[in-house]
Nanobody, 123 residues
Framework: VQLVESGGGLVQPGGSLRLSCAAS????????MSWLRQAPGKEREGVAS????????YYVDSVKGRFTISQDTAKKTLYLHMNSLISDDTGMYYC??????????????????WGQGTQVTVS
């Protein structure tokens, strides 16, 4: 299994970025996939999740209306479109996946596969 993130960088407040996560080695079309982030000195938190088979999406309150998670099943790629970025969005962003069945949005510790992360700095 491999998850490879890209698209991070330095952006000014109010700017936008699009993160990508190229996936391989598991059934992308029937999995939970999420973007999570970790700021210095803080715990890793889930930002946005999608159940790729149904397309249902979930967001942490702090990013609702600003971030959009999407998928391209044919390309096995997950995206995170981030708009109106603020300094609190700064952190390492990780793509994570699980092909297990959950009746709820997976928690951080539930994910089986992780990418290496991509840094987002809003300053």
């Amino acid at each position: 299994v491999q998850l490879v993130e890209s698209g991070g960088g330095l952006v000014q407040p109010g700017g936008s970025l699009r993160l990508s996560c190229a996936a391989s080695g598991f059934v992308f079309s029937n999995s939970w996939m999420s973007w999570l982030r970790q700021a210095p000195g803080k715990e890793r938190e889930g930002v946005a999740s999608v159940y790729t088979a149904g397309g249902s999406t979930y967001y942490v309150d702090s990013v609702k209306g600003r971030f959009t998670i999407s998928q391209d099943t044919a390309k096995k790629t997950l995206y995170l479109h981030m708009n109106s970025l603020i300094s609190d969005d700064t952190g390492m962003y990780y793509c994570a996946a699980s092909d297990r069945r959950f009746s709820r949005v997976p928690r951080v510790q539930d994910f089986d596969y992780w990418g290496q992360g991509t840094q987002v700095t809003v300053s």
